[in-house]
């Protein structure tokens, strides 16, 4: 692009001119009168140009520049090179914006483009199809107008999206949606949208096929574990070879039984609706009855069992749940610990909220098997497992009925030192006065 003229080079044109106009003036003697045509002729040259400036920018609309004399042609030649730049930004943009699109509807999932105050800024094909949006009618209208449910408000209010949430979908009430909000950019949001009915019925489909093939098998178990106890008292001497043959039986179907209750218990607390926090549960009285258990249990290990209870500590929640979190964990503490360990099981208030730890000086878990040991059916060591008679279903138990009171299994394990198992419900479930109460002593057994 060539340089519009300096403020010298303007000068020196004007002098110029207006020289050469005073110079005929002189020689005419009618010097006024040369420098006001003079004037008169600059001025209608500027007007000449205005005019066609104006007729390109707002009649003509074209790309291409008049035809201008001298410092206007200059003028003409920026502004086109200017128009020239931004029409080139423009259709940049217009295909950066295409191929976004593109990509978003070759998606399988629904996409929505949302600002902060969760107006449509856009939407793809299948959100239109899936969440029943319009658009562009539903442009500018907000998403929680439009997708009608409370989970989903109160997902769009908490404004924690770290988990994933599953609603009904808004036209189909046999659809299962589940939403994914994904802050970007400069205060907008992605929210996806996938169906996953299919995948929630084979879910299920699992769900009911453990619950009934572990109801099925209770009943055959039941009588050969009643007759194998039989024979165990029979009066009849038996070949030693039968001897440890039934021994070994009854052995596995007590396993067996222990494992089938479990996936029961387990496909219980998946079956069940939320829990409804209005029941009371007095947990000093449920974990007095786990200590009874546990000393029956302690009997061949000899352990010493120290259980610390705030006797007035109760909550609300699923009772049977909460026992079979409480029990579990103490049982897996007897367990894992070595004869003659220290198990320590506490109930306390922690500011407001109610702790359950419990402590053994057992042999630890390694580091890189924390993370895995609420899944189901995973053991530690197998070998060891199948001596304990483990069935490797009792911490997802845990894991299942924490998560549906709110809470969460906590796990510090140091191999060779001992593991830490501990939970506290928090102070919505917690009931009584919110200062600390007077606290029972540790009982030494
Ligand atoms: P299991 O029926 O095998 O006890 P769990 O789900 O209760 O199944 O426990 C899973 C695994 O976690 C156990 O097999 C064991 O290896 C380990 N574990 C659980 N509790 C303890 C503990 N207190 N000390 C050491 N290891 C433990």
């Known amino acids: 692009m060539r340089?519009?003229?300096?403020?010298?080079?303007?000068l020196a044109k004007v002098s110029l001119y207006y020289g050469a106009a005073a110079f005929v003036g002189l020689l005419f003697g009618h010097l006024l009168l040369a420098l006001l045509l003079m004037t008169l002729g600059h001025l209608l040259w500027q007007y000449k140009h205005i005019f066609l400036l104006d007729k390109w920018l707002w009649r003509d609309r074209k790309l291409t520049p008049p035809a201008g004399d001298g410092s206007w042609q200059q003028i003409f030649d920026g502004i086109y090179f200017q128009q020239r730049r931004e029409r080139r930004k423009r259709k940049e943009l217009r295909t950066l914006v295409r191929r976004f699109r593109d990509g978003a509807e070759a998606l399988p999932e629904a996409v929505v483009v949302l600002n902060e105050d969760w107006n449509i800024i856009w939407c793809n094909k299948l959100a239109q199809l899936l969440v029943g949006l319009r658009w562009p009618s539903d442009e500018g209208q907000r998403i929680d107008n439009l997708i009608r449910s409370p989970e989903f408000h109160q997902y769009l209010k908490q404004r924690n999206f770290q988990q994933p949430l599953e609603v009904m979908s808004p036209t189909t009430s046999s659809i299962m949606l589940e939403c994914k909000m994904m802050p970007y950019g400069k205060a907008q949001f992605l929210l996806i949208v996938r169906d996953i009915t299919q995948l929630k019925q084979l879910e299920q489909i699992r769900k009911d096929f453990v619950a009934n093939v572990s109801h099925e098998l209770r009943t055959p178990l039941t009588v050969l574990q009643g007759y194998l106890e039989m024979m165990d008292g029979s009066a009849q001497p038996a070949a030693p070879i039968w001897q440890k043959a039934h021994g070994v039986m009854l052995e596995q179907t007590r396993r067996m039984d222990s494992l089938v209750q479990q996936l029961l218990?387990?496909?219980?607390?998946e079956a069940a609706a939320r829990v409804q926090f209005d029941q009371e549960v007095d947990v000093p009285a449920m974990l007095a009855l786990i200590q009874q258990e546990a000393?029956?249990?302690?009997?061949?290990?000899?352990?010493?069992?120290?259980?610390?209870?705030?006797?007035?500590?109760?909550?609300?929640?699923?009772?049977?749940?909460?026992?079979?979190?409480?029990?579990?964990?103490v049982t897996n503490a007897i367990k894992y610990t070595p004869p003659g360990g220290v198990i320590q099981v506490s109930w306390q208030r922690d500011g407001q909220r109610a702790l359950f730890t419990v402590t053994d000086n057992g042999e630890g878990i390694a580091p890189q098997h924390l993370k895995r040991l609420t899944e189901r059916f995973y053991r530690v060591d197998q070998a060891r497992a199948r001596n304990t008679g483990g069935t490797g279903l009792g911490l997802s138990i845990v894991k299942h009925v924490l998560s549906r009171h709110n809470s969460q299994l906590l796990i510090f394990s140091e191999p060779g030192q001992g593991s830490t198992f501990s939970f506290a419900l928090p102070p919505e479930l917690v009931l009584g006065a919110q200062t600390p109460k007077k606290r029972a002593k540790f009982k030494v057994k």
Do not use: C, M, Y
């Not at 010493?304 to 409480?326: C, H, M």
């Open 295 to 329: 000393e029956t249990l302690n009997r061949d290990k000899q352990h010493s069992l120290q259980f610390e209870i705030d006797p007035e500590l109760k909550v609300t929640g699923a009772p049977e749940e909460l026992r079979s979190a409480f029990s579990n964990l």
């Open 3 to 10: 340089l519009l003229l300096s403020k010298r080079q303007i």
């Open 265 to 269: 218990t387990l496909s219980r607390i």
